[in-house]
């Protein structure tokens, strides 16, 4: 079972901070198999920590959706075209399957052997019986499935058309029903019975069997190799010998090559969906050059995903990684409103009004009695400052001031220090495009059935806006049509002032409300608000309950 420690879309500094934090808590009470990821890029400022404090970023994950590799079974068993059908038939009993995916000599994937096609071709329907004594199979080959050994001649390897024939009847109708075949590479299946095999050495067969283990008249044996027929002795009677050189057979000759194939890659449902109109119960799984990589049974499709989520720094699901839905939700640890998670189980759900989650991930630390190492100390303090505005947020609360002298001290870190390390990296307004600027930590929100996205950037100062005023107001513009969005703003904050401005694209009914000072269209001045979640948040939804209800 795998555990993924995930923050949300877009993520921000302490959404990549907690879930690293958290994965390694897990892994140091002993959970095996965690893994912290992000559902989404990382930013100059959180390049800058992980680098600083000598930490791998998480890994990226853009969707959890199940895919045919959580189930398929990559140990494929597979048969060659070239094996005789016997063997391919001992395959499917032992693993007890229905089929068997064909492959060449460079393990690319020519079809399907079902057990349906191979019963058709040892029981064919009574009138097209007498067609399987024809059986294309090399002599090696055919010699090999009864076990039989070379008495004189040539065991060739080389497939042909060959002709089973049971020398059973009395010799003057035996030269008779012989001479019918003389066009056939004829293999000729009898017991003791040496005026038949010498008439079948007269008439060069290919070769004779003799079967019932019996000995061999020498003077027999000697015309054959003077005649050059080969012969072959058999360990079984005659109906036996005949019945298993019938499974001599190429697989080639039985494949089914129009089937249905999936990748790795593709999504379960998708690939449900296909192999619910399919008779076949196996499908093989493709790589990109169409070579095996693994297979696919209808019983697979029921398999449990050994995959669990454990979200830190968001609990809606709007905000959560594509696929999230369709994985058990084991944990959720955040600082963030509510938004209408329900779950089957009860679960761990820590949320806590503090000013990061990289706070509470502190105290969790604190709480199992587990030392913080040192980077993890590190990236903890970078969580907490990046969201609290260096302490400076309204969000903050005492217990995050605590939390983050604690951390100095076990990272060696100023906490002053790094604050100011952290906001001079990679000023948004000069390092992203416009669109980038409004979407790189922007959060989707849903309320009464509006929709709208808020997004924030945080800088040193405002001195670089006005320059892309425009841009950013055209970016808010093009996603807000895109998305069919109520609104779409973003908050841009000056830390060292303490005060954010607010572009907002929206419907002119929702603009009417903000009743901030404006300072130009679609810009208002949000004098001591820096917080998203605690400030701009609530406000919004202030102005969208005034916002008339036909617009509904
Ligand atoms: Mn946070």
Same mark, same amino acid.
């Given at each position: 079972?795998?555990?993924?420690?995930?923050?949300?879309?877009?993520?921000?500094?302490?959404?990549?901070?907690?879930?690293?934090?958290?994965?390694?808590?897990?892994?140091?009470?002993?959970?095996?198999?965690?893994?912290?990821?992000?559902?989404?890029?990382?930013?100059?400022?959180?390049?800058?920590?992980?680098?600083?404090?000598?930490?791998?970023?998480?890994?990226?994950?853009?969707?959890?959706?199940?895919?045919?590799?959580?189930?398929?079974?990559?140990?494929?068993?597979?048969?060659?075209?070239?094996?005789?059908?016997?063997?391919?038939?001992?395959?499917?009993?032992?693993?007890?399957?229905?089929?068997?995916?064909?492959?060449?000599?460079?393990?690319?994937?020519?079809?399907?052997?079902?057990?349906?096609?191979?019963?058709?071709?040892?029981?064919?329907?009574?009138?097209?019986?007498?067609?399987?004594?024809?059986?294309?199979?090399?002599?090696?080959?055919?010699?090999?499935?009864?076990?039989?050994?070379?008495?004189?001649?040539?065991?060739?390897?080389?497939?042909?058309?060959?002709?089973?024939?049971?020398?059973?009847?009395?010799?003057?109708?035996?030269?008779?029903?012989?001479?019918?075949?003389?066009?056939?590479? $004829?293999?000729?299946? @009898?017991?003791?019975?040496?005026? #038949?095999? +010498?008439? =079948?050495? &007269? %008439?060069? /067969?290919?070769? *004779?069997? $003799?079967?019932?283990? @019996?000995?061999?008249?020498?003077? #027999?044996? +000697?015309? =054959?190799? &003077? %005649?050059? /027929?080969?012969? *072959?002795?058999?360990?079984?009677?005659?109906?036996?010998?005949?019945?298993?050189?019938?499974? =001599?057979?190429?697989?080639?000759?039985?494949?089914?090559?129009?089937?249905?194939?999936?990748?790795?890659?593709?999504?379960?449902?998708?690939?449900?969906?296909?192999?619910?109109?399919?008779?076949?119960?196996?499908?093989?799984?493709?790589?990109?050059?169409?070579?095996?990589?693994?297979?696919?049974?209808?019983?697979?499709?029921?398999?449990?995903?050994?995959?669990?989520?454990?979200?830190?720094?968001?609990?809606?699901?709007?905000?959560?990684?594509?696929?999230?839905?369709?994985?058990?939700?084991?944990?959720?640890?955040?600082?963030?409103?509510?938004?209408?998670?329900?779950?089957?189980?009860?679960?761990?759900?820590?949320?806590?009004?503090?000013?990061?989650?990289?706070?509470?991930?502190?105290?969790?630390?604190?709480?199992?009695?587990?030392?913080?190492?040192?980077?993890?100390?590190?990236?903890?303090?970078?969580?907490?400052?990046?969201?609290?505005?260096?302490?400076?947020?309204?969000?903050?609360?005492?217990?995050?001031?605590?939390?983050?002298?604690?951390?100095?001290?076990?990272?060696?870190?100023?906490?002053?220090?790094?604050?100011?390390?952290?906001?001079?990296?990679?000023?948004?307004?000069?390092?992203?495009?416009?669109?980038?600027?409004?979407?790189?930590?922007?959060?989707?929100?849903?309320?009464?059935?509006?929709?709208?996205?808020?997004?924030?950037?945080?800088?040193?100062?405002?001195?670089?806006?006005?320059?892309?005023?425009?841009?950013?107001?055209?970016?808010?513009?093009?996603?807000?049509?895109?998305?069919?969005?109520?609104?779409?703003?973003?908050?841009?904050?000056?830390?060292?002032?303490?005060?954010?401005?607010?572009?907002?694209?929206?419907?002119?009914?929702?603009?009417?409300?903000?009743?901030?000072?404006?300072?130009?269209?679609?810009?208002?001045?949000?004098?001591?608000?820096?917080?998203?979640?605690?400030?701009?948040?609530?406000?919004?939804?202030?102005?969208?309950?005034?916002?008339?209800?036909?617009?509904?």
């Amino acid at each position: 079972m795998q555990t993924i420690v995930i923050g949300h879309r877009n993520p921000d500094m302490d959404s990549i901070c907690s879930a690293l934090a958290y994965a390694e808590l897990k892994r140091l009470t002993g959970q095996k198999n965690v893994l912290a990821a992000r559902a989404g890029n990382t930013n100059e400022r959180i390049d800058f920590v992980l680098k600083k404090f000598g930490v791998e970023p998480p890994a990226l994950i853009n969707d959890l959706s199940p895919r045919v590799a959580d189930v398929m079974q990559p140990h494929v068993v597979s048969v060659r075209a070239d094996s005789p059908v016997y063997d391919a038939i001992q395959l499917i009993d032992q693993k007890r399957m229905r089929g068997l995916p064909v492959v060449d000599a460079s393990n690319r994937c020519l079809g399907l052997l079902s057990a349906f096609k191979v019963s058709h071709y040892l029981f064919p329907p009574r009138e097209k019986a007498a067609n399987a004594r024809l059986v294309t199979a090399s002599l090696a080959d055919i010699v090999t499935t009864f076990g039989g050994t070379l008495v004189t001649g040539v065991l060739s390897a080389q497939p042909a058309e060959q002709l089973l024939m049971v020398g059973a009847m009395a010799q003057d109708s035996f030269g008779p029903r012989l001479q019918g075949y003389r066009e056939k590479s $004829v293999i000729l299946f @009898v017991g003791d019975r040496p005026h #038949i095999q +010498a008439l =079948a050495i &007269a %008439a060069r /067969v290919h070769a *004779i069997v $003799v079967t019932g283990d @019996v000995a061999i008249d020498e003077t #027999i044996r +000697a015309a =054959a190799e &003077a %005649a050059g /027929v080969t012969m *072959i002795a058999s360990p079984h009677d005659t109906a036996t010998s005949v019945l298993l050189a019938r499974g =001599a057979v190429r697989v080639e000759r039985m494949i089914e090559g129009d089937y249905q194939s999936f990748h790795a890659d593709t999504l379960l449902d998708d690939a449900r969906h296909l192999a619910a109109q399919s008779a076949a119960f196996i499908f093989p799984v493709l790589d990109d050059h169409g070579g095996l990589a693994g297979i696919l049974s209808k019983s697979d499709f029921l398999k449990e995903i050994p995959r669990q989520l454990i979200l830190v720094d968001h609990n809606e699901l709007t905000q959560a990684v594509r696929g999230a839905d369709k994985v058990p939700i084991i944990e959720i640890i955040d600082h963030h409103k509510l938004g209408g998670f329900s779950s089957d189980t009860p679960i761990l759900f820590w949320n806590n009004p503090v000013g990061s989650t990289s706070t509470i991930v502190a105290l969790c630390y604190q709480q199992l009695g587990i030392p913080v190492p040192a980077p993890i100390a590190g990236l903890l303090m970078s969580g907490i400052v990046a969201d609290t505005l260096n302490l400076t947020s309204p969000t903050t609360t005492p217990v995050d001031c605590d939390a983050l002298n604690r951390l100095a001290k076990i990272a060696q870190v100023n906490s002053d220090e790094l604050a100011t390390e952290i906001f001079c990296v990679g000023s948004p307004l000069l390092t992203m495009s416009p669109e980038q600027a409004i979407s790189a930590d922007a959060k989707p929100y849903e309320e009464n059935g509006h929709t709208f996205s808020v997004a924030q950037i945080e800088e040193l100062t405002f001195a670089h806006f006005d320059e892309k005023r425009d841009a950013l107001l055209a970016a808010l513009d093009a996603t807000r049509q895109r998305d069919g969005l109520l609104f779409a703003c973003l908050l841009v904050t000056d830390i060292n002032d303490q005060s954010s401005l607010l572009l907002v694209q929206g419907a002119d009914e929702f603009l009417r409300t903000i009743d901030y000072p404006q300072r130009s269209p679609h810009i208002w001045e949000l004098a001591g608000v820096v917080s998203r979640k605690k400030q701009l948040l609530p406000y919004l939804l202030h102005c969208l309950a005034q916002v008339r209800t036909s617009l509904r």
